[in-house]
Antibody
């Protein structure tokens, strides 16, 4: 069965860092690009970024570019989101999602999300 | 960046009704449009991709149409489990962008 499980969320102070993980199972992880999407409380969906299947290409949303970094370890079937210089507006549920070709045209499997709260 | 605008922002309807949600892109996105359904506390679920292709396992009462800048999601006969929030998302260019969502409530 195909699964994505996010972890690493929690409460963090403004300006600090946090790393999220997304563990994949049930499919050939190294064949898929992986996205991160977030949702602030009571708000809509916001795309964070994507990493290609081999990790060679990465793209980010405007609000996180330069602060967040996506990486992956295909030997561990895991994708990561390193978040630096966190701000209160980064408070959200963070989802990872797989994508067949990295274009975002079909993010067909999503995790249940992990919650990040940035607060002093 | 491509801005996605959905209308209406919310709609109330009854079981059995036909409902249409519109999504407009600020620039041409060909057919690179995805529709999602999201229920409270849950992850989004793909309904339609490439503007009109039904995702596997999604009931046929859901359909999508459009190309260029204007797209629609139609639910032909609402079922109780369809009351949720619906989002469109463009996949024509990075950064990917979502519409603000349309909340579908029970009348």
């Amino acid at each position: 069965q195909v699964h994505l499980v996010e972890s690493g969320g929690g409460v963090v102070q403004p300006g600090r860092s946090l790393r999220l993980s997304c563990a994949a199972s049930g499919f050939i992880f190294s064949s898929y690009a992986m996205h991160w999407v977030r949702q602030a409380p009571g708000k809509g969906l916001e795309w964070v970024g994507v990493i290609s299947d081999d990790g060679s290409k990465k793209y980010y949303g405007d609000s996180v570019r330069g602060r967040f970094t996506i990486s992956r370890d295909n030997s561990k079937n895991t994708v990561y989101l390193q978040m630096n210089s966190l701000r209160s507006e980064d408070t959200a549920v963070f989802y990872c999602a797989r994508d067949h070709d990295g274009s975002g045209a079909l993010m067909d499997v999503w995790g249940k999300g992990t919650t990040v709260a940035v607060s002093s | 960046d491509t801005q996605m605008t959905q209308s209406p922002s919310s709609v109330s309807a009854s079981v059995g009704d036909r409902v249409t949600i519109t999504c407009r892109a600020s620039q041409e996105i060909r057919s690179w449009l995805v529709w999602y359904q999201q229920k409270p506390g849950k992850a989004p679920k793909v309904l339609i991709y490439s503007a009109s292709s039904l995702q596997s396992g999604v009931p046929s009462r859901f359909s999508g149409s459009g190309s260029g800048t204007t797209f629609t999601l139609t639910i032909s006969s609402l079922q109780p489990e369809d009351f949720a929030t619906y989002y469109c998302q463009q996949a024509n260019s990075f950064p990917l962008t979502f519409g603000q969502g349309t909340r579908l409530d029970i009348k």
